[in-house]
């Protein structure tokens, strides 16, 4: 752990930097109409020409675009932590760990369907506190149950030992994939309030108002998916305790009615204030991935937000690193669903754009 005081008008000043440097709306557009190669065309005149040139012998079309990506945005990770110090440095360090959950998502799924490791690898995102000798491991088996037990000296031991009792019950991947949110997220801010107590102004406080958000984002996506999967698992027992938005019965309750569900977050005086724009996209959308990326946008817009009204916060920081992984995100399905021949407009439905 970093000790000591923070340099947040340093690094913010290096992050507004990095933030113009972003992919706009516009290029998405053009690259949607775009194959993969003309897409890695692009993005060696871009930022990612060092990932694009450094990879460029080794691999090709989609394979090197998802591999620049992925190193391009782990590199951009280490640079924050790089430039920071003290108090900002710790804060930072322990969020950047959802990139261990996104990896053993990624690991596990690939298990799930018998993928191969080569192919999972290329969607891991090394930014988090694993280590390589850990992911080359988890790579090399071929059961859940024994990936858990690669994870024996972690975090996500314990829970993910519970979860898998449930997945050998159901054959769904719902519950060890939520133990890894719950586990990050609660963990999370169980280590921030040992540290900091609860802070009413300050760094510290702005970054657990924006966990919070997040939280609360997550447990709306992870019900609306389970209600409308048809499969017999209750919402309730899959929420992420740590935001201020729901309760568990109140998820429960709301989670049939999604108009109502969208005015109960407008209703709430710390969401509807700030995310009026956003809250027009939650009414407007009618399929689930439609309310899922209008649900990311409003996470972007709440940390915009934030970093606007405290500039010289740790939020401006929270707001890049989403910012950057939507970049990356939106890249991604594009990449995709060109390789896969999906016309311009169902893949625009696949990206967020704000």
């Known amino acids: 752990m970093s000790v000591g005081a923070s340099n947040p008008e340093y690094v913010n000043a290096r992050v507004r930097s990095r933030r113009a440097s972003l992919f706009a709306d516009d290029d998405y557009r053009k690259l949607i109409r775009m194959g993969p190669s003309e897409i890695a065309r692009f993005m060696e005149e871009t930022e990612y020409e060092r990932e694009i040139n450094a990879l460029g012998a080794r691999f090709s079309g989609v394979d090197l675009i998802e591999y620049a990506l992925n190193r391009n945005l782990a590199k951009h990770f280490q640079d924050l932590l790089d430039w920071s110090e003290g108090r900002l440095y710790d804060l930072i360090s322990r969020y950047l760990r959802k990139f261990d959950v996104w990896n053993l998502k990624t690991i596990i799924r690939g298990i799930y369907t018998e993928s191969d490791p080569e192919e999972i690898r290329t969607d891991l995102i090394m930014a988090g506190e694993l280590d390589e000798s850990t992911i080359d491991r988890l790579l090399e088996v071929d059961a859940i149950e024994d990936a858990i037990e690669v994870l024996n000296r972690t975090i996500y031991y314990e829970p993910l030992s519970a979860a898998?009792?449930?997945?050998?019950?159901?054959?769904?991947?719902?519950?060890i994939e939520n133990a890894l949110d719950r586990e990050f997220y609660e963990h999370l801010l169980e280590d921030v309030s040992q540290q900091y107590g609860?802070?009413?102004e300050g760094a510290e406080a702005l970054y657990i108002e924006f966990l919070q958000a997040e939280i609360d984002f997550r447990n709306l996506r992870n019900a609306l998916r389970l209600a409308r999967s048809g499969a017999n698992l209750d919402p309730a027992a899959y929420y992420i305790e740590g935001g201020?938005?729901?309760d568990q019965a109140e998820l429960s309750r709301l989670i049939g009615n999604e108009d109502e569900l969208v005015e109960h977050i407008a209703e709430n005086k710390r969401y509807g204030d700030r995310l009026s724009g956003a809250l027009d996209r939650l009414r407007e959308a009618d399929s689930l991935i439609q309310f899922e990326h209008a649900?990311?946008?409003?996470?972007?817009?709440?940390?915009?937000t934030l970093s606007s009204i405290y500039p010289a916060s740790i939020s401006a920081v929270l707001s890049y690193i989403l910012a950057k992984e939507r970049e990356v995100e939106n890249i991604r399905a594009i990449a995709r669903g060109r390789e896969v021949g999906l016309e311009e407009s169902e893949i625009e439905e696949e990206l967020v754009i704000l």
């Open 244 to 246: 201020v938005l729901f």
């Open 198 to 200: 609860e802070p009413e």
């Open 164 to 175: 898998h009792e449930e997945f050998e019950e159901t054959g769904a991947l719902v519950p």
């Open 295 to 304: 649900l990311d946008a409003a996470l972007l817009e709440y940390a915009d």
